[in-house]
């Protein structure tokens, strides 16, 4: 699965996150910091989305709906794996410590990482 521009992303994180196909309207409401985008953008946008396969469209009367195609949890594993070998040569101690880098996590940050922890270790047994 290819990687999504930071654009395009944030159009299929809106669309994994509906409960149901979104118009191009739907999408601008839901837009980051309710901020203006040209609707010529965001078709532009979603046009791109199709033509990557990670889109379908659907005409209803004189609106297009959008479905998602693409597997959010697959395609986030995907990206999480690429970051971490990208940026971290592949260890998550180091992606841990660079984002928590000077700062303190709170009880239940640490109480659900040590969770994740034992679970993975348990499944390695």
């Known amino acids: 699965m290819k990687r999504l521009p930071d654009a395009e992303l944030e159009l299929m994180m809106i669309i994994w ?4 196909p979104v118009s191009r ?3 601008e409401k839901k837009m980051k910091g309710g901020r ?3 609707p010529s953008t965001v078709l532009t946008l979603l046009s791109r989305l199709e033509k990557r396969g990670f889109v379908r469209r659907e005409k209803r ?3 297009n709906y959008y479905y998602s195609l693409a597997d959010k949890q697959e395609y986030l594993k995907e990206e999480g794996k690429s970051v971490l ?3 971290f040569g592949n260890s998550l101690t180091n992606f ?3 984002l928590y880098d ?3 996590m709170d009880e239940e940050e640490i109480k659900s990482l040590q ?3 034992d679970s993975q270790t348990e499944e390695k047994k």
């Open 102 to 104: 000077g700062e303190d």
């Open 25 to 27: 309207a739907d999408i």
């Open 36 to 38: 203006s985008v040209l």
């Open 17 to 20: 996150d509906s409960e149901q």
């Open 85 to 87: 070998d990208r940026m």
């Open 96 to 98: 841990v410590a660079a």
């Open 115 to 117: 969770s994740f922890i």
């Open 61 to 63: 009367g004189k609106i």
